[in-house]
């Protein structure tokens, strides 16, 4: 029996590889009995997973790496040949096509290393696996292997159509993905040469038929998948590509199922935003690369986008809000220093994401940034992901510094936990980059970095900030912000104990609560999804807090206007962009 192993970074993601490989074996006559699949994370223990393997007693095993498992399945596929020591051990993936040669040199447990694509590749190998005919190898295109004493590298395989390969979530497959992200791929290849991507190997793009595509998105559709993530590199390159999928999800739509894009923003036209602006909130999602904003970074990584043009395109995307757009920066880029990455994260902060996403330059082997490393003096981890630590432009210090602003806009921006406190902190510092440097430097000088904290613990870290910062806020500051603390954490969950910092009481007057309440049941103008409940109920299920200020107007963009306001908060009725409660400001005349 032939074992083929995946291994991911966390329970909910899935290999699409992996699983790309196996159905097309399958459907070439490699029968379950001949061929078997396995599924771990790197969160789990080697021992673990050794065992697992070592008890299914495979005649062969084949790893699909990438740069966050390789270091897991080095060691495990090492401890695994100490037990196994006649089972041959296969690589593939994109960590290892790169350099397989190099690869076989250094692992001498390794038997061989399949290069790029590996439907095709794999199969024949199976092939002769199972066939007793291992010894033909030199047969198979893309491969390196170690023959006796020797490494032998064949010739490169040349890519396939992309309608050779195998939908792979028939067979109940799509059973296994229950509670996990599905993956799926309509193209290969990226016409775009952005030097720090492995993409930009490939200029040409192949295209899965429609007539294919339909079928397996009303595969989706049918199933009720919560997400399918796109996994193609540039989705809206083609045109016509993209508005035939865009068409298609849109007039077959389930209410359910969310599609997930990776988009150039500064490539779409005014009719397929006008298309997607018909969609209903929540059915597809946008991660657009922006990268920086520095033009002479821009030209250094190969990349032209007019960034005029993408920030007016995000705004309309933005304009409907039915659309969750997710912005990406890089750090560690040719020519950006720490000042023209602040420049560069201001801007994006300033087109307003749904989610903004600060990564690091990663160096990959087979990447043009690889080649160009010496030349930009980018020094990066030799470990995986390969991450860069400092750059003629950029000292390590810098990103250090850069290290902790990811932190704080992952934890304060991202979450989507704190919109109001978040938005009015920020506008009272020069840039939004400032503020977030500054609560990472507090973060840091107190050892909170050390710690895991709860979601009111981030809350009442963030007043701690407000409060020594004298010099920024002054006690009304303070007033307002443990307002919008209250309100921010209402606005996803109906609180059990409220907060320290927060008021006891969360209205003046309890029996014109009641009132509200008492009329809701009887004849609902807001709670209309509540039938058959008591005004009790009610009063559990949803809830009602008093504020100073209209702080409902403040979070809608309007301006933060001195006013007693009550605010309803809906939990049957939710934010499909940010799962946030329906908010609606009431009149009880209190």
């Known amino acids: 029996m032939i074992l083929l192993v995946g291994v991911n970074a966390k329970y909910i993601h899935s290999n699409l590889g992996v699983y790309c490989i196996k159905s097309y074996a399958e459907k070439r006559g490699i029968t379950d009995a001949e061929l078997c699949m ?8 080697v021992e673990y997973v050794m065992a697992d393997i070592y008890e299914k007693q495979p005649d062969m095993i084949a790893f699909s790496c990438y740069i966050w498992n390789i270091e897991f399945i080095t060691v495990l596929s090492r401890e695994l040949h100490k037990v196994l020591p006649d089972v041959h051990i296969w690589y593939g993936g994109p960590e290892v096509s790169f350099d397989a040669f190099e690869q076989l040199e250094k692992y001498p447990w390794l038997k061989g290393i399949m290069m790029g694509e590996g439907e095709e590749t794999f ?40 309608d050779d390969v195998v939908f792979p979530y028939y067979n ?16 290969r290849g990226c016409p775009y040469g952005c030097s720090y991507c492995l993409s930009s190997v490939e200029k040409t793009v192949r295209f899965r038929s429609m007539k294919l595509v339909e079928k397996e998105l009303q595969f989706f559709i049918d199933a009720k998948v919560p997400q399918v993530k796109f996994v193609d590199r540039t989705f809206n390159c083609d045109h016509e590509h993209t508005m035939a999928i865009w068409k298609y999800i849109y007039e077959h739509d389930n209410g359910i199922t969310n599609f997930h894009f990776e988009l150039s923003a500064d490539l779409l036209t005014d009719e397929e935003i006008e298309y997607v602006s018909r969609f209903r909130p929540g059915l597809v999602q946008f991660e657009i690369g922006v990268q920086t904003a520095n033009p002479q970074t821009l030209r250094a990584i190969h990349r032209k986008p007019d960034l005029t043009v993408l920030r007016e395109k995000v705004a309309k995307i933005h304009k409907n809000h039915n659309i969750h757009q997710h912005l990406d920066l890089i750090a560690g880029l040719p020519y950006e220093d720490y000042a ?17 996403q600060l990564g690091f330059l990663k160096v990959l082997k087979g ?29 390590y210090d810098d990103v250090l ?19 109001a406190s978040i938005r009015y902190c920020v506008d009272k510092f020069k ?33 701690e900030f407000v409060k020594k910062r004298t010099d920024i806020f002054n006690e009304q500051d303070i007033e307002i912000i443990i307002q919008m603390h209250v309100f921010d954490l209402y606005a996803r969950e109906n609180l059990k104990k409220r907060p320290d910092f927060a008021k006891i009481d969360n209205v003046k007057n309890k029996n014109r609560l009641y009132d509200f309440y008492k009329s809701e049941a009887d004849s609902p103008d807001y709670l209309t999804k509540y039938n058959g409940y008591d005004w009790k109920q009610l009063l559990r299920m949803t809830h009602v807090e008093q504020f100073d200020y209209d702080i ?33 400001n009431i009149d009880i005349h209190i």
């Open 38 to 45: 396995a599924e771990y994370t790197i969160n789990q223990s």
């Open 123 to 162: 199969y024949e190998i199976t092939k002769l696996y199972i066939d007793g005919r291992e010894n033909e190898l030199a047969k198979v295109h893309g491969i390196a292997f170690r023959d006796g004493e020797n490494i032998v590298k064949n010739c490169n395989r040349q890519n396939m159509s992309l």
């Open 172 to 187: 109940n497959n799509i059973d296994r993905l229950k509670n996990r992200i599905v993956y799926y791929e309509t193209s």
């Open 340 to 356: 023209s990455f602040r420049d560069s994260f201001n801007t994006v902060y300033s087109m307003e994401p749904d989610q903004l």
């Open 367 to 395: 990447s043009p940034m690889y080649e160009s490393r010496d030349i930009y003096e980018i020094v990066y981890m030799d470990m995986p992901p390969y991450e860069v630590m400092f750059t003629k432009w950029l000292s």
């Open 401 to 419: 510094h850069l290290k902790r602003v990811e932190d704080m806009v992952e934890r304060y921006y991202n979450s989507m936990q704190f919109q």
């Open 431 to 463: 840039t939004p980059f400032d503020f977030y440097e500054a609560i990472g430097e507090f973060y840091h000088d107190n050892g909170y970095f050390c710690v895991n904290q709860s979601r009111i613990q981030n809350y009442s870290i963030l007043l």
């Open 552 to 584: 409902l107007n403040f979070v809608l963009g309007g301006e933060l206007i001195k006013k007693e306001c009550m605010v309803l908060f809906d939990y049957k009725e939710r934010n499909p962009l940010n799962n946030q409660a329906e908010m609606v």
